[in-house]
């Protein structure tokens, strides 16, 4: 395979600015080479596409790439079609993969990114990446068709992780409703990215990038965990069955 995919946890990283963490990153996946990059944005709910891509604009010039969002054109398909890079950013994922499919993208995306196209991803666009988007940590405000997602990756990923539960917070934790996730979905694994730290696939193998690792989540409590700059095949966590059959499994 020769894929280029990048899946950030999330858009900020502490006090930072908006993807002011995720320079090194960016350029990983894109290289400093010429790239005119279309934006997805439709995980933005309580603000216009417009202002979203005003938001995000303005970084990627800055880095040397050229980016519009995907809401200018009036053939969504073929401006996946004819771009050099695609980004996606955060927001609601529900809302997200709704619209991804009623604009008739998801599968020109998983195309594209299949024959070599770079892929970038942060929050509910490192969801839609996975299989399905069921370790998503967003609300089900809307109800798209399916759960299921690109499958750029063979696993569940599980973006803004965040270890432990407040003082005089009596709901579950991450770990707690993952390990849900993993009881229910047996022998399904998942990949915990906390925010700043990011998952550099070429389809084949991926890497840890960041400074705050990642975490391999396994049924029975067990949290492996990936340093930065770690790479492992992406066999290593098991996803769910049928993913080297995609159209079997998207069926």
């Known amino acids: ?56 604009k303005p970084v990627f010039n800055q880095l040397g790439y050229e980016l519009e969002s995907i809401h200018r054109s009036a053939d969504p398909r073929a401006a996946i079609e004819q771009a050099d890079a695609i980004a996606v950013g955060g927001g609601n994922t529900f809302a997200l993969l709704k619209r991804m499919y009623d604009a008739g993208i998801v599968d020109a ?9 770079p892929y970038v991803g942060w929050s509910a666009g490192s969801n839609v990446a996975c299989p399905t988007i069921r370790t998503t940590n967003d609300m089900p405000i809307v109800q798209p068709p399916t759960l299921r997602a690109l499958g750029l990756v063979p696993f569940q990923i599980n973006p803004h992780f965040i270890s432990g539960k407040p003082a005089g917070h009596n709901g579950e934790s991450r770990e707690e409703r993952l390990a ?22 070429d389809g084949t193998h991926g890497t840890v990038l960041g400074e705050r690792h990642a975490l391999h989540l396994v049924s029975g409590g067990r949290i492996d965990t ?15 069955a049928g993913m080297n059959d995609w159209a079997a499994f998207s069926a």
């Open 180 to 201: 849900e996730f993993l009881e229910i979905n047996a022998p399904e694994q998942v990949f915990a990215l906390p925010e700043g730290s990011a998952l550099y696939s």
């Open 109 to 117: 995306i998983r195309a594209k990114v299949a024959a070599g196209t």
């Open 1 to 56: 395979m020769n894929q280029r995919i990048l899946l950030m946890s999330s858009s900020r990283k502490d006090s930072l600015g908006y993807l002011e963490h995720a320079s090194e990153q960016i350029h990983t996946l894109l290289r400093h080479e010429k790239k005119r990059v279309i934006f997805v944005p439709y995980a933005g709910v309580t603000f216009s596409f417009d202002t979203y891509e005003n938001i995000v």
């Open 226 to 240: 990936l340093r930065e700059g770690e790479t492992f095949p992406l066999s290593k966590i098991i996803g769910p």
